[in-house]
Structure formats: structure tokens, C-alpha cells
């Protein structure tokens, strides 16, 4: 066999495992990851005190947009990296027309996110593990006003500890929505 058909061969299998390591993680979205109910549980368990466990990228999702739903600052930032939620905190101020401080700022976050409560549902693909060991997932939100926003989240989790916790910046989540929903 001649190098050229070896290298061919080698190409070939390459590509051919590269697809079906795409189709493994990639699904179409799913339907709705149940905000309303399930999230709704998940939040009031919170509420509780009780610990609860985000320990899959479908759990911070739900969880995550649950207390966007239902309107908890307080839960809601405990779902991103602290450092990169600390820094879209600190930009309320150059987007609100007053002066935001403390639950209120969190508040307004949300209140961008669900589009001042017409959040209605959302919807989750399984997610894409990059090479890096990160997560990336797609939600699709839905709203009232029959508008919907494709996004693009990414997630990370340590060895150490299992939960997953959001990356991306509140505020390019929310200019999305805004570019979106226009």
C-alpha cells in the first residue's frame, strides 16, 4: 500500500470518527426543561436552605432560569463564576438611568433576562464538550410575545467539586436577547 492511500485512509477515519463524536454531542433541542414546576421545586428547596445538587449542565440551566422566572436575585447569582458576576454588577450602573445597588442590580439583571416577566420557557440541548474540558449548552428562551432567543452558554465544574457554574458575562447573555428580540 503506498503512502499517499495510507494517508488517505488515516484521513478518512478521522473525519469519520470527528462526525460521529459531533453527533454524540450535539441533540436537537429538547423540549422544555420545565421552569414552571420542576424549576419552581428547585427554588423553593433553595429558599429552604436545603442544599440542593446542580451537579449536571440540565440542572444549572433549569435552576438557573427558574429564579429568572420567578424572580430571585439572591438565587440566581449563586448559578455564575463570582469574579465574572461580580464585573457585570459593577456595568449596572453604566446601563440603569438611577442608581442600582445590592438585590436590586440582581434584580435588574433578571428583569433584562425575562424581558420584564415574559419569560414563558425554556428550551435545552445537550451539551457540546470542547477540548478544554469546558461545556458549552444551547437554550432556546421563549416568551409570551411568541419571540424566541437561540443562546449559547458556557459552563465549567472542577474534580474537586461537581457543580456547574456559569461563565458567560449576564450582560452578553442579555445583548443577545436585545439583538434578538428587536
Not at 454531542?25 to 414546576?37: A, L
Amino acid at each position: 500500500m503506498s503512502l499517499r492511500m495510507k494517508i488517505t485512509i488515516i484521513v478518512v477515519v478521522c473525519l469519520v470518527i470527528g462526525g460521529l463524536f459531533s453527533l454524540k454531542y450535539y441533540q436537537p433541542m429538547k423540549e422544555s426543561i420545565d421552569i414552571k414546576t420542576e424549576g419552581k421545586a428547585m427554588v423553593e428547596e433553595s429558599e429552604g436552605f436545603q442544599p440542593i445538587e446542580i451537579n449536571t449542565p440540565l440542572d444549572v440551566v433549569r435552576y438557573t432560569f427558574s429564579t429568572v422566572y420567578y424572580e430571585k436575585p439572591l438565587l440566581f447569582s449563586q448559578n455564575f463564576d463570582a469574579e465574572q458576576f461580580f464585573k457585570d454588577l459593577v456595568k449596572v450602573q453604566d446601563h440603569a438611568d438611577n442608581e442600582i445597588i445590592g438585590e436590586d442590580a440582581e434584580l435588574y439583571l433578571i428583569k433584562k433576562i425575562n424581558r420584564n416577566g415574559l419569560l414563558e420557557d425554556v428550551e435545552y440541548a445537550e451539551p457540546n464538550l470542547s477540548f478544554s474540558g469546558d461545556l458549552t449548552v444551547k437554550v432556546k428562551l421563549i416568551y409570551s410575545d411568541e419571540k424566541t432567543v437561540p443562546l449559547t452558554i458556557d459552563l465549567y465544574n472542577t474534580k474537586d467539586n461537581p457543580t456547574y457554574y456559569i461563565t458567560s458575562s449576564v450582560w452578553d447573555i442579555i445583548e443577545e436577547i436585545e439583538s434578538k428580540v428587536k
